[in-house]
């Protein structure tokens, strides 16, 4: 059997993605396991570190047993995973309480207050969301003092992986940009910022591009897994940068729209272009020298799947019922907030709602509405983008919404851009963690990074552009005006 191999693993909120491939990308083998989510307060949302591990083992244990040859010569490993997460250790490494993750919105307060200082948006390039890692440990000083004493070192989940993996306590650049502790544009940890939440450059993980080697696995482990001594792990990547390393959305002008639990319009550039003003994300990318801006919405795909719970339908059902021909906007609107909002508003208290409700107000009218209410929220995020000077005129998409051709349609028509859909749908974050061991590894980024083949083209409807641009102007007044409403 030929080799190299390659592994990309994906530490995601709901579960853990492992993929092998071939030297020719081609994946060999797919193991994945589960994860849970504990919402232990309102507004809180953990998962206990030793979770994320036993979920990795269990994938790595299955490609070891479905492809036993490819394992033995795989040459490096790659990891993904969900940002922002605070996972904090003790002086002896091990984990202090349960990891804080992305959606959890219990640091507004200190968030707002970071956000007050100047000094954030100006050195970070972002906003200081409720979600991002910094509030959260400013969160454990004023309400975990004895938790906080005891931090030694804080590290993003699957940088808490690689710890397990590797032994080395490493981050790089992509996943370090949404912690508001990161000097972007330098990329590089900054003091200042640091000794703003108690902090100092000694808490903090060393950094690496996501192309570069952060260590090797551990003999006993490589062992266990019957991988050869020495696999180099690569630097790696947060979620949306390894699924742009797997698209191939890694040049300036390249974008995608992911549709995930999250929503997200993310834009590849070859320069740092900060405007904090618009709630745009812009962070380092996973390769050197190049950065990335993201407009974010925190209820894509769960949106519908909210939706579909109270209705008793499943998504593909509701979705499914409204036919092949797209709608015109309907006199329903739908606030997707269900979790608060990042772009454009950074409003963690925004709520969802329904407006324009009547007695002729059916099933398929309100779905129709969620879903145009998503996508209204993500051309929020274009515009953003706009803001910034950076114009998407195409882009792929990906993510499960992206299973929905209806879906597409109405995005492309309330986007007014054209959408791609790839033919492979593992060209996600764990295939492009895959790219960058890869690189880790020896390989040129520019062989490897290489954009997919597309299954289909999905154009606007060209006839309802102009009312779909109409209802937008009509959605865009209701978050101002709910707001207002004590």
């Not at 491939?21 to 309102?42: M, N």
């Not at 370090?176 to 108690?198: E, M, N, P, Q």
């Not at 061991?437 to 290489?450: F, L, R």
Request: net charge negative.
């Amino acid at each position: 059997m030929a080799g190299p191999y390659f592994i990309g693993m994906d530490v995601g909120t709901s579960g853990v993605k492992a993929l092998l491939l071939d030297q020719d990308q081609i994946v060999v083998a797919d193991a994945s396991a589960p994860l849970t989510v504990s919402r232990p307060s309102e507004g809180w949302s953990e998962q206990d570190p030793a979770d994320w591990v036993a979920a990795c083992d269990h994938c790595l244990c299955q490609l070891r047993d479905t492809a036993p040859a490819a394992m033995g010569r795989v040459a490096g490993i790659g990891l993904s995973g969900q940002m922002h997460g605070a996972t904090c250790l003790d002086g002896q490494g091990t984990v202090i309480r349960p990891s804080i993750l992305w959606n959890d919105t219990r640091a507004h307060a200190q968030a707002a207050a970071m956000d007050a200082d100047p000094a954030f948006r100006a050195i970070s390039g972002n906003v200081v969301f409720p979600g991002f890692t910094a509030p959260k440990l400013a969160w454990m000083r004023d309400h975990e003092p004895g938790a906080f004493g005891k931090v030694d070192k804080v590290l993003l989940p699957k940088d808490y992986v690689r710890y397990w993996l590797t032994g080395q306590m490493v981050a790089e650049m992509s996943d370090a940009s949404g912690t508001s502790w990161l000097d972007v544009g330098a990329r590089d940890w900054s003091d200042t910022l640091l000794a703003k939440t108690g902090l100092s450059r000694q808490h903090m993980p060393d950094l690496v591009e996501g192309s570069d080697v952060s260590g090797t696995v551990k003999p006993d482990m490589a062992d266990r897994w019957g991988l050869p001594r020495g696999v180099v792990v690569a630097g790696g990547a947060g979620d949306n940068a390894a699924a742009a390393c797997g698209l191939g959305t890694v040049t300036d002008g390249q974008a995608f729209l992911s549709l995930g639990t999250s929503g997200v319009l993310f834009a590849a550039n070859d320069g740092y272009r900060p405007d904090a003003q618009t709630a745009v994300h812009t962070f380092c990318h996973a390769l050197p020298n190049q950065w990335h801006q993201m407009g974010v919405i925190l209820s894509a795909s769960d949106a519908l799947t909210w939706f579909s719970g109270i209705v008793g339908h499943s998504p593909a059902t509701l979705t499914g019922a409204l036919g092949g021909d797209l709608r015109a906007p309907g006199g329903v609107q739908f606030l997707p907030y269900l979790s608060g909002e990042r772009t454009p508003h950074n409003d963690s208290a925004a709520r969802g709602a329904f407006t324009g409700l009547t007695h002729g107000s059916d099933l398929a009218s309100m779905t129709h509405a969620v879903l145009q209410g998503v996508g209204f929220a993500l051309r929020d995020c274009n515009a953003a983008l706009s803001a910034t000077g950076t114009q998407v005129s195409s882009c792929l998409v990906t993510g499960g919404g992206a299973n929905s051709d209806y879906w597409l349609t109405l995005l492309a028509t309330q986007l007014n851009i054209p959408l791609q859909v790839p033919e492979n749908a593992d060209l996600g974050a764990a295939h492009g963690a895959a790219r960058l061991a890869m690189v880790a590894a020896g390989a040129n980024a520019a062989d490897i990074m290489t954009a997919p083949n597309i299954a289909r083209n999905v154009n606007p409807a060209a006839d309802l552009v102009a009312d779909y641009e109409t209802a937008y102007q009509q959605y865009r007044a209701l978050y101002p005006a709910l707001k207002a409403v004590p």
